[in-house]
């Protein structure tokens, strides 16, 4: 039998294996509540401790698991769940009793109204060492996108599935979905949303995130802005540099014919030369960027999946 449900929770994990059980209970009371049917599908993120196992005793043929080969990262994990999910909504939560199943219902209903709903940790739970970059991040991105939310990376969300299936994340690209899913044309509604504090376990999140979440908001940038006619934007500043370089030569050259010591003026060409290369390296990596957002192979090897065991557990 392989009905397909109505919502599909994904839940990224990586080393939660204090959490996961009492999660998927939280989950059981609130999901038996509600008059659809579901599936919950668990994506291990290369768990080293009992993640996997523990999910794994759970006597549940809703609940799926795909695990990972190594750690690949949260954006892959539910890039992945999101390939995976077959629901008409799906929602994604953390893995570790930060988010509150219990807000289910109201993402549902919120729903009604727009293409995806994020939640917003209005009260958030967390130290202030990640809430303060946080509201800078989210000060950006807001500036940024134009979406006027106030928490982009709540990772406690509901989409409706045509949402899922359209967008690619990787790196730290699942911080910015409303502001990609806003530049693909979806509305975004927001939530608040209860947050608690972590019990068990660690945060996996540090300093090397916020550089990486920096790097990948200039992705996030050039894709809402540039993504059809890079060319008209890297074209237009390399049209620039080159008439200038263009430019300086036929002066200096102009100098040197008519007998005029050039004196240390190469070392401003070498300058020059510098500016230049450092623009094409800028360039390079974004174009590669471009290219690499609109490709369709994952980055993540899957060592097990639930779903391909035909007669389930
Ligand atoms: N996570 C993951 N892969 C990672 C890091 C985190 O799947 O490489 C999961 C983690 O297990 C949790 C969720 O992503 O379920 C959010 O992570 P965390 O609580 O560490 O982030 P924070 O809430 O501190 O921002
Ligand atoms: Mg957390």
């Known amino acids: 039998m392989s009905n397909k449900p109505c919502i599909s929770i ?39 401790d009992n993640t996997f196992e523990k999910i794994e005793s759970i006597k549940d043929c809703k609940v799926k698991v795909v695990r990972f080969q190594r750690n690949y990262g949260k954006a892959a994990a539910l890039s992945c769940g999101f390939k995976k999910s077959k629901g008409d909504i799906v929602i994604t939560l953390d893995g570790d009793l930060q988010d509150d199943p219990k807000e289910i219902p109201r993402f549902i209903n919120e729903l009604k ?36 939310i106030n928490d982009f990376n709540c990772g406690y969300k509901a989409y409706n599935n045509y949402v899922v299936k359209n967008i690619n994340i990787y790196g730290e690209l699942h911080r910015y979905i409303p502001a990609l899913a806003h530049w693909k044309g979806y509305t975004v509604g927001e939530i608040e949303v209860e947050h608690h504090p972590r019990i068990h ?15 990948d908001l200039i992705t996030v940038t050039f894709l809402m802005m540039y993504k059809k006619r890079p060319l008209h934007m890297f074209g237009g500043i390399g049209f620039l540099l080159g008439f200038t370089g263009v430019f300086i030569s036929v002066y200096l050259v102009f100098l040197w014919i008519t007998g005029v010591e050039i004196g240390n003026r190469p070392l401003f060409m070498l300058g020059i030369l510098l500016t230049v290369i450092g623009a094409q390296f800028v ?31």
């Open 10 to 48: 994904i839940i990224p994990v990586h080393n939660e294996e204090e959490n996961v059980l009492e999660l998927y209970e939280k989950l059981y009371s609130t999901l038996s509540l509600i008059e659809k049917t579901y599936e919950i599908i668990f994506i291990d993120d290369g768990s080293t």
């Open 113 to 148: 109204k727009y293409d995806m709903v994020s939640g917003w940790k209005s009260k958030r739970q967390d130290p202030i060492s990640k809430t303060l970059p946080s509201k800078f991040f989210n000060w950006l991105t807001r500036f940024i996108s134009g979406v006027k």
């Open 201 to 215: 376990g660690e945060s996996k999140y540090g300093v090397e995130r916020l550089l990486k979440g920096l790097l």
């Open 283 to 313: 360039s390079l990596g974004l174009i590669g960027e471009l290219i690499t957002n609109s490709r369709n192979n994952d980055d993540y090897i899957i060592k097990y999946d639930s779903y391909e065991l035909e007669n389930g557990r």
